[in-house]
């Protein structure tokens, strides 16, 4: 985690930011729960048990701020709740995501699928592209195994 905390904090530095104790804390947050994908607010409550005198608008400037310098992703499931999500360190691209519509879990694909139809994209409408997001809204593999035994009943 020290070592994710300090290439973050390098990549603030050379935008002129610093690593305030706020932002550290946001961080740590964000590190200790990275496949949680938790909103603005869980974010918010979790770092004020760490940090009692932080402010829910210290929090939502702090995730705004890494979201700009491509720290964090903002991204949103279709629930009109928006989460935050670390980008790992060296990838090009956003990961993608497999969103379970019954349980609600959220399972990640950290490989690029997308590498074709980005050169697709380039080639017929003359589009350079810089990033990409896909969610795959679905059934994960423990409900249908659940819905399987229940019909079985």
């Given at each position: 985690?020290?070592?994710?905390?300090?290439?973050?904090?390098?990549?603030?530095?050379?935008?002129?930011?610093?690593?305030?104790?706020?932002?550290?804390?946001?961080?740590?947050?964000?590190?200790?729960?990275?496949?949680?994908?938790?909103?603005?607010?869980?974010?918010?409550?979790?770092?004020?048990?760490?940090?009692?005198?932080?402010?829910?608008?210290?929090?939502?400037?702090?995730?705004?701020?890494?979201?700009?310098?491509?720290?964090?992703?903002?991204?949103?499931?279709?629930?009109?709740?928006?989460?935050?999500?670390?980008?790992?360190?060296?990838?090009?691209?956003?990961?993608?995501?497999l969103v379970c519509l019954e349980c609600g879990s959220v399972e990640e694909i950290i490989e690029d699928l997308l590498g074709d139809?980005?050169k697709i994209v380039a080639e017929k409408w003359g589009f350079e592209v810089r990033d990409h997001r896909l969610t795959f809204h679905?059934?994960?593999?423990?409900?249908?195994?659940?819905?399987?035994?229940?019909?079985?009943?």
């Amino acid at each position: 985690m020290e070592l994710r905390i300090d290439q973050i904090k390098k990549k603030l530095h050379s935008k002129s930011y610093k690593l305030t104790p706020q932002r550290e804390a946001t961080l740590r947050v964000l590190l200790e729960h990275e496949k949680d994908h938790l909103s603005a607010e869980q974010i918010f409550l979790l770092v004020k048990d760490k940090e009692p005198e932080i402010g829910l608008a210290t929090v939502y400037r702090t995730l705004e701020l890494l979201s700009e310098l491509k720290v964090v992703d903002k991204i949103n499931f279709g629930d009109g709740v928006s989460r935050y999500d670390l980008r790992k360190e060296g990838v090009q691209h956003f990961h993608h995501h497999l969103v379970c519509l019954e349980c609600g879990s959220v399972e990640e694909i950290i490989e690029d699928l997308l590498g074709d139809v980005e050169k697709i994209v380039a080639e017929k409408w003359g589009f350079e592209v810089r990033d990409h997001r896909l969610t795959f809204h679905g059934i994960c593999r423990v409900c249908q195994q659940k819905a399987k035994n229940d019909e079985e009943e």
